[in-house]
């Protein structure tokens, strides 16, 4: 038998291929951000809380987490998911994490952003609400395939951190969501410092950071056009 060459032992075997590694583009850069794990506030701005039936005072924030595989990027598009008729769309300021850390503290948090992006929390909102009833998981309503669209990302050096601006999301050109950063009821150092004292955050992370009122459902053939002031749209096709 000859000996292995050291290349032959640094490789690993596996028995099928991994699957790839998620990325996203960001503006200006060849390099792409490879995404780990995608974490979403729930209940973030009060207009959506009451929208959804709740209390918006200022409870302690809390999160659900969808695959990395569940990420669209701009242009890209949304097969209408199985077992659902009523998928809606949620616009959300993403947080892209380029330093991890435990219990970071809020006024330390923005050191760990890289980016922004715009993003979507698409919802099987039939599946959530039967899941709320039952007291169940919300995996099967938040965290299917495609449940994450994504657009490019910009580092912060570039757009700043933000704080304020218009988050708009048009259905077929017709406006469905609108609403403003300065209105999270976690702003994202605060989301940064609870989440961080719950999970170690890593260098990939995705925060999705909630959802202003509006939400609603779509179909396939519509064209969802995400704006956050200071990024690139997303653009993604319901097919
Ligand atoms: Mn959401």
Known sequence: MNAPTSAQNLAPAYIFAPAPAVSLPVQDETARFAVSRIFCVGRNYADHAREMGHDPSREPPFFFMKPASTIVSDGGHFPYPALSKDVHHEIELVV???KGGNNIPADQALSHV????????????DLQSEAKK????WDTGKAFDHSAPCGTIVPATKCG??????VVLAVNGQIRQSGDLKDLIWNVPETIAYLSTLFALSAGDLIYTGTPSGVGA???GDVMQARIAGLPDLTVKVV
């Not at 993003?119 to 099987?124: E, K």
């Not at 039952?134 to 998981?137: F, V």
């Not at 951190?161 to 218009?166: D, E, F, S």
């Open 96 to 98: 892209a994490i380029g």
């Open 114 to 125: 890289y980016g922004y992006a715009v993003g979507l929390d698409m919802t099987r909102r």
């Open 134 to 137: 039952m007291g169940r998981p």
């Open 161 to 166: 951190h933000l704080a304020q601006g218009a």
């Open 218 to 220: 779509i179909v396939s």
